[in-house]
Nanobody, 123 residues
Framework: EVDLVESGGGSVQAGGSLRLSCTAS????????MGWFRQAPGKEREGVSC????????YYSESVKGRFTISRDNAKRTLYLQLSRLKPEDTAMYYC????????????????WGQGTQVTVSS
């Protein structure tokens, strides 16, 4: 059974915005830091942003800092990623993931993954 389900991806023009959501079905959000990752064709999966279990800490990769905003609503068991001022190089499959470790952008430290939602940005 897939515990994390992403939604909200789509196709937009450069400069546009999207809001991604990731809903957990069984895990208890308060026990996990959550992260967003992305993988473009032919490239390795990379960390985009993470948020601590209690919303106190967030972290962004340099490539998205100032353009993307991560948030979570534990009562709704949902993680969000607001994507703004999108660029063609943001085109990728976006994944959410959960870890019992501290907020970080290392893919190897996350053990629960969603199946991804595609974001395509045209110039």
């Amino acid at each position: 059974e897939v515990d994390l389900v992403e939604s909200g991806g789509g196709s937009v023009q450069a400069g546009g915005s999207l809001r991604l959501s990731c809903t957990a079905s069984t895990l208890t959000p308060d026990d996990y830091a959550m992260g967003w990752f992305r993988q473009a064709p032919g490239k390795e999966r990379e960390g985009v942003s993470c948020i601590s279990f209690n919303n106190k800490y967030t972290y962004y990769s340099e490539s998205v800092k100032g353009r993307f905003t991560i948030s979570r609503d534990n009562a709704k068991r949902t993680l969000y990623l607001q994507l703004s001022r999108l660029k063609p190089e943001d085109t990728a499959m976006y994944y959410c993931a959960a870890t019992t470790r501290l907020c970080n952008l290392e893919t190897s430290r996350y053990n629960i993954w969603g199946q991804g939602t595609q974001v395509t940005v045209s110039s």
